[in-house]
């Protein structure tokens, strides 16, 4: 296991490395991301993010999923890479069969549910408009229970395999004697 996350860990220190350079070069977005709790990493903002991600993934939202996860990892204090990761459940391979899956659905619970059938569908607007109603009710009955689903089962995983984020080591020379931190950066 070891080894396996020392090879992973190897090849994204490059991009982590980009990813911190850019938020640097943007103190105001880095601010605006880490008090919304978009960059924190602990197993309820982590699974918060997989709810995020999964509900936006399953939505027909393409085009604006970014900004939809982002919105949802504000609100809900989710992490925001999790979300992104997760999302891609929803991906040009998968879209079409995801959204035809959605569209059927969404036409068989009009048909049962007692949802008021509006005028008879005439012109090509209203077929659209059925269309358009029908995927979103479908990918409404998968995506929430989905969200629901992937939060607690993550939990769960993390738990059950007694998962541990690593913790900070402090550098002893920046703590003064009282066990509080000194200002300034620690010296060498």
């Known amino acids: 296991m070891r080894w396996i996350r020392f090879h992973f860990l190897k090849g994204s220190r490059q991009h ?19 008090r919304g709790g978009c960059l924190h990493v602990d197993e309820f903002a982590l699974a918060r993010g997989i ?7 399953f939505t027909p939202t393409v085009g604006i999923q970014t900004f ?25 391979f998968t879209m079409a069969p995801l959204y035809y ?10 048909q049962r549910l007692p949802i008021s059938a509006g005028p008879a569908v005439d012109t090509l ?25 992937g939060y ?14 690593p913790v900070l080591r402090l550098n002893p020379r920046s703590v003064s004697g009282d066990g509080s931190r000194r200002a300034g950066p620690p010296e060498n």
């Open 101 to 110: 899956g959605f569209n059927r659905l969404g036409e068989w619970l009009m």
């Open 16 to 34: 982590r490395s980009r990813i911190r350079a850019w938020l640097q070069a943007h103190p105001r977005i880095s601010g605006l991301l880490e």
């Open 68 to 92: 939809m996860m982002l919105a949802g990892s504000l609100a809900f204090r989710a992490n925001f890479i999790a979300a992104f990761v997760v999302s891609n459940v929803s991906n040009p």
């Open 51 to 57: 709810a995020v991600g999964l509900f936006v993934g």
């Open 152 to 165: 607690f089962l993550f939990l769960w995983l993390w738990r059950k395999f007694g998962l541990r984020l």
């Open 125 to 149: 607007g209203d077929e659209i408009a059925h269309e358009t109603l029908a995927m979103v009710l479908g990918s409404l009955v998968v995506a929430i229970p989905a969200a629901a689903v």
